[in-house]
Structure formats: C-alpha cells, structure tokens
C-alpha cells in the first residue's frame, strides 16, 4: 500500500511539472499571419471571432461538468449494499 502511495506521488509531481512546461507551448499559438489576420478584419469579424471562442469553450465545459457530477453521485455505488466478505480463519 505504501508503495502505492509514493507512485502516486512521483505520478502527480510529473503530471504538475509536464503542466508547468506547457503554458511556454501554447504561446507558439499566436503566429503572425493570425494576429495580422484578424487584426485587419473589422470590428464585426472581431466580436464574431470572440463569440465562436466562447462558443467552442461550452461544450468541453459541459462535458466536463458532467463527469465530475456523474462521480460525484456515483462514488459509493460500490461501497454500499454489496454482499460482504468476511475474513477467512486459517487453523
């Protein structure tokens, strides 16, 4: 059980580290020809451009929602209600 423990430990502070190294990535996002782009749109494509990224940003987000509150209700479906096993005595 203790080694159980400590993997988890060495898998969280990797998951933190790789999550620390990934923000520098996503600046490669912002090329030139997008920037000049929707700079020399006008001001109508500008708000329908923020409008779609709200757009996209709701589906995940609800996706997301869900799962977390479909294991939030679930989480002691398996705990409760099950036949338990009793210890076995070895003589």
Same mark, same amino acid.
């Given at each position: 059980?203790?080694?159980?423990?400590?993997?988890? &430990? $060495? =898998? +969280?502070?990797? *998951?933190?580290?790789? @999550?620390?190294?990934?923000?520098?990535? /996503?600046?490669?996002?912002?090329?030139?020809?997008?920037?000049?782009?929707?700079?020399?749109?006008?001001?109508?494509?500008?708000?329908?451009?923020?409008? &779609? $990224? =709200? +757009?996209?940003? *709701?589906?995940?987000? @609800?996706?997301?929602?869900?799962?977390? /509150?479909?294991?939030?209700?679930?989480?002691?479906?398996?705990?409760?209600?099950?036949?338990?096993?009793?210890?076995?005595?070895?003589?």
């Amino acid at each position: 059980m203790r080694n159980l423990k400590s993997l988890a &430990g $060495i =898998v +969280i502070g990797l *998951v933190l580290v790789a @999550a620390l190294m990934l923000p520098p990535l /996503a600046f490669s996002q912002g090329c030139a020809l997008c920037y000049t782009q929707a700079a020399a749109s006008g001001a109508r494509m500008i708000k329908a451009l923020k409008s &779609g $990224i =709200v +757009i996209l940003i *709701v589906p995940p987000l @609800a996706i997301c929602t869900g799962a977390i /509150a479909l294991a939030y209700r679930k989480r002691n479906q398996f705990n409760e209600g099950g036949p338990r096993a009793e210890p076995s005595s070895d003589r």
